[in-house]
Every structure is written in C-alpha cells, then in structure tokens.
C-alpha cells in the first residue's frame, strides 16, 4: 500500500490552461504539504495544511489554490498555468505525535507547460 | 530565517570510496535534522534523522551525528556502493509543531564500478 500518492505522475499542458494534483495519505497524519522542486532541484514549501486548514502559505502566486476536503486528502488546482510552473510538485504528510517531525513524501507530480 | 547549506555537487566516487556530504544549518533554537534521498524518478525518502544535540542518525550504512557547536549534520559513509547513486538533501525542521522541512539544495552523488 503506498503511503502517500498523488495523481497524475506526468501532467503536460499548454499555457493558459488550468489542472489539478491530487494528494492522498493512509497515514492517518494530521498534516499535510506541497512543495515545488524546480529545475535545479530545489525544494520549497508552498503551503501546508493541519486537519483541513490551511496554515503555512508562502508567497506563492494566487493561481496556486490548495484545497483540503478531508484530512487524507490535500488537492492543488493550478490556474492559469505560466511557462514558469514546470516543476516537480510533491505531497508530503506528517503526524503530530509519535513520529513527529518526520514527513512522508509521494513520489512527485512532474508538470510540463508548453 | 532558517536555512541549509549543503556541499555543491555533483559528486563522483568509484565503488567502495568513502563518502563525506557537508551539511550547515541556521536555525533559530534547536531544530530537528534530516537527511532524506531521491533515487532517480523517484520521490524523497528519509535516510535518516537526529533531534537534539549529539544524536547521531544511522541507516544503510550512513550515518550522520548533530553538532549543535559547529551546526553541522554532515552525512558519511564508509564504502559507496553504485546503488547510493542519488540525490542527497540535507533539511530541517523546527521542534514546535508540523512545521515545514527547509531543504539545502541537494548534493548529486555518482558511484561507478
């Protein structure tokens, strides 16, 4: 069972489009994460979730729109997409008790815009 | 803010070599450190971790030890193996909560037989 998976694994699309990646946890973790890994490989928060609320956005255009309908699940909807949001995008999870601190990450929504 | 800082790759070493990744971090307090991998096409799997001061983390053979007097949490492994070639990214998080990992910007190693 995989822990954590987002759909799709490869998403290609045109410029001016709009697409969603889909996140699911069976962690039973409380928190949950996206981040961007860019070209060069480095990794950045873009927002983070507690129990279906939104508590870390950082200053990520508002055509990033993140949204929660459960704890399991965190889906990221992309307006507007620019040249610039090719990425790798990655869901990650995490518990507040036990393992605390530790965060488990899907395997990556690669996101080419043409 | 916080922040990682990591040894420049790409690294190349022949099988067997051993292994040192340099690892610096700013934080403010006592953070947790971490040590995750990403194999090629693949997503970040942790390696390993230490929480507090002195710990030393430990796994597949690598092993790195927090140094709170030298902030550092350089990764080192006796004798690479070309299954270790990946991408090695140094993080931290603080200690309060789900906070989110702060990444340095990853160190490419390379073993060839």
């Known amino acids: 069972d995989t822990a954590v998976s987002q759909t799709p694994k490869y998403l290609v699309t045109q410029m001016g489009n709009d697409k969603s990646i889909k996140c699911e946890q069976n962690?039973?973790?409380?928190?949950m994460y996206w981040y961007k890994q860019d070209s060069k490989k480095f990794l950045k928060i873009m927002f983070s979730?507690?129990?279906?609320?939104?508590?870390i956005n950082e200053t990520v255009p508002n055509r990033f729109s993140p949204k929660s309908p459960d704890k399991a699940h965190l889906n990221l909807h992309i307006n507007s997409l620019e040249l610039g949001d090719s990425a790798v995008y990655f869901c990650?999870?995490?518990?507040?008790?036990?393992?605390?601190?530790?965060?488990?990450f899907g395997a990556g929504t690669r996101l080419s815009v043409l | 803010g916080d922040s990682v800082t990591q040894m420049e790759g790409p690294v190349t070493l022949s099988e067997e070599a051993f292994l040192t990744i340099n690892c610096t971090y700013t934080?403010?307090?006592?953070?947790?450190l971490f040590w995750y991998v990403q194999y090629p096409g693949e997503g970040l799997q942790l390696l390993l971790k230490a929480t507090k001061a002195d710990d030393k983390g430990s796994n597949k053979g690598f092993e790195a030890t927090y140094r709170k007097e030298t902030t550092s949490f350089h990764l080192e492994k006796g004798s690479v193996q070309v299954s270790d070639s990946a991408v090695y990214f140094c993080?931290?998080?603080?200690?309060?909560?789900?906070?989110?990992?702060?990444f340095g910007k990853g160190t490419r190693l390379s073993v060839i037989a």
């Open positions: 979730y507690n129990n279906k609320e939104l508590i």
């Open positions: 934080a403010t307090g006592y953070p947790s």
């Open positions: 990650a999870s995490s518990q507040d008790r036990g393992t605390r601190f530790i965060q488990y």
């Open positions: 993080a931290l998080t603080r200690n309060s909560g789900n906070t989110p990992l702060v």
């Open positions: 962690l039973g973790h409380d928190t």
